[in-house]
């Protein structure tokens, strides 16, 4: 027991991400190129920057940090991506690695459902659920690869970011 906390605990370090920033920075790169492409080909949205005041967009920066990025990441990468699978990517990993990214799908229309009624118009959208989808391969990856939580909640963190700063998405908790 104490040596699989040990284990899972290694993961919150920083890592072989310094090692594996070619490979991370590529990941995120192609994610980011075929995100983008579905979301502005599809009815989810438009490029149109929106920035708040200065102390709101701050304030939403470091909000978006914690939740849905470092708060996700944990519970559906660092809880259930075993320590084990960690700097491989053998076939038992990659199946670790569909299935949360899988599970972090269905998660948002159940959200819409149970806490965000007001975003199912976005997240019921299956062009919406296949850019979430990517987003956990890219993630799953991103963790597997660097053995450390913190580039995968970046990349996650950077995708909210643009989404809601840049590509006109909803401030859901913002009621818009």
Request: hydrophobic letters at 55%.
């Amino acid at each position: 027991m104490k040596r699989a906390l040990l284990d899972r605990a290694a993961s919150l370090g920083l890592g072989q991400t310094s090692k594996r920033i070619s490979v991370l920075i590529l990941l995120t790169s192609i994610y980011a190129a075929v995100a983008s492409t579905i979301y502005l080909t599809s009815d989810l949205g438009e490029w149109s920057p929106e920035f708040n005041p200065v102390g709101t967009s701050l304030l939403l920066v470091i909000g978006f940090f914690f939740m849905p990025s470092l708060f996700e990441e944990l519970l559906w990468r660092w809880l259930l991506i075993p320590p084990s699978c960690l700097g491989r990517l053998d076939g038992r990993t990659i199946w670790y690695i569909v299935i949360t990214s899988l599970v972090f799908t269905a998660g948002h229309p159940v959200a819409a459902y149970l806490f965000v009624p007001h975003a199912k118009g976005v997240f019921l959208q299956p062009s919406f659920l296949i850019i979430v989808f990517l987003l956990g391969l890219t993630c799953g990856t991103a963790y597997v690869v660097a053995k450390s939580i913190w580039p995968s909640t970046a990349i996650h963190w950077l995708t909210v970011l643009a989404w809601k700063f840049l590509l006109g998405g909803p401030f859901i908790m913002l009621g818009r």
